[in-house]
Each structure stands twice: as structure tokens, then as C-alpha cells.
């Protein structure tokens, strides 16, 4: 689950099953007694109807959590003392792992690198600006910390084929939700 809106859908899931939770938070869900075998099949039947699955081994929750920071850390959305924070250490600070144990793991998983990946949130991110048409490409490169304007063009070309001018005027349809990218 990477929005609000999974976790408010988990919620309902839970509650038509009459599962009983603590609490629902985006990425995970709290259980109050463990799940019998015939509730965990339906639990995943009724997830996987709604493009969502049942993570309940270390290393995908691992690698969930870590989409979700990277996922913030990409769209800018963390604290302020961890904008400028290397992508490495803001995941080693909050995942409490060795990076380089991340990194093989997520690439393993994944079969993409973290860097990969989060430069595919970013380019995101950047069109979700563009097709808002309330920033300038210089605004947006601020935005996404870019260190110039060039950087994210060179980026967002590699990325999408098309020039930022040209995605703006083509490209809104070509964008992809999060948990497609």
C-alpha cells in the first residue's frame, strides 16, 4: 500500500471480513490475533481483487517500507532536516540496515536498482507538475532537488523518451500510477 487511499480500502477489506485490527497505516495493518488459514486465503483473495497483496515475509516487508520512503523521498515529502540527506543514509537511518544489504536485497526482489527506482518517482513526480502547469521547469527541479534544470531534462528525457516542453504538450497520458512504475 503506498496511499491513503489502500490502507482506507484495506480498512473496509477487514471490516466485511470481520477481522478484527488495531490500527490500518499505509503499508501495513496491525492485527489483534493471528489470521487461521482460511481467513489469510480470503484476506489475499479479497486484496488481490483490488490490485493489493498479502506481505507477510521480512524481506518483501522490507522492501515495501522501503518503496514507501523512497516513494517520499522522491516526491520531497519528508522533514526538512532529510531533503538534503543522501537517498543511501535516509534509507539505512529509517530501515535501521546496512545500505549495501538494502541494495542487493531490492535489486534481488526487484530485479531494478533503488536508484532506478527512485529516479522513475521522481520523473513521476515531475509530470505530475508539468501536466499542473504551476511551476516552471526550473521551479520543479528546485522542487525535486535536482542540483539544475539540465539535470532533471537529461533525466526526464532518459527517463520518458520526450523533453519536459514535450511531454507538457503530448505526454499527460503517458503518465503511470505509483504502483505501476
Known amino acids: ?16 471480513e470481520g477481522i478484527s485490527y488495531h490500527q490500518v497505516a499505509v503499508g501495513e495493518a496491525e492485527l489483534c490475533q493471528p489470521l487461521s488459514d482460511s481467513e489469510r486465503q480470503q484476506l489475499q483473495n479479497q486484496l488481490k481483487r483490488i490490485g493489493l497483496e498479502l506481505i507477510d515475509n521480512r524481506k518483501t516487508a522490507t522492501i515495501e517500507k522501503a518503496k514507501q520512503l523512497i516513494i517520499q523521498k522522491a516526491r520531497n515529502e519528508v522533514a526538512e532536516t532529510e531533503k538534503n540527506q543522501k537517498l543511501s543514509a535516509f534509507l539505512a537511518d529509517h530501515l535501521h540496515l546496512d545500505y549495501s544489504y538494502l541494495s542487493n536485497l531490492f535489486s534481488s526482489v526487484e530485479g531494478r536498482t533503488i536508484e532506478h527506482f527512485f529516479i522513475h518517482q521522481r520523473i513521476e513526480k515531475a509530470k505530475e507538475l508539468l501536466v499542473y502547469d504551476q511551476m516552471t521547469l526550473s521551479e520543479i527541479a528546485w522542487e525535486l532537488g535536482y542540483s539544475s534544470t539540465a539535470h532533471l531534462s537529461n533525466q526526464f528525457k532518459k527517463v520518458t523518451g520526450l523533453t519536459p516542453s514535450h511531454f507538457k504538450e503530448v505526454g499527460a497520458a503517458r503518465r503511470k500510477p505509483l504502483d505501476k512504475a
Do not use: F, G, K, T
Open 1 to 16: 500500500m503506498v496511499c491513503q487511499r489502500c490502507a482506507m480500502a484495506l480498512e473496509a477489506i477487514l471490516r466485511q
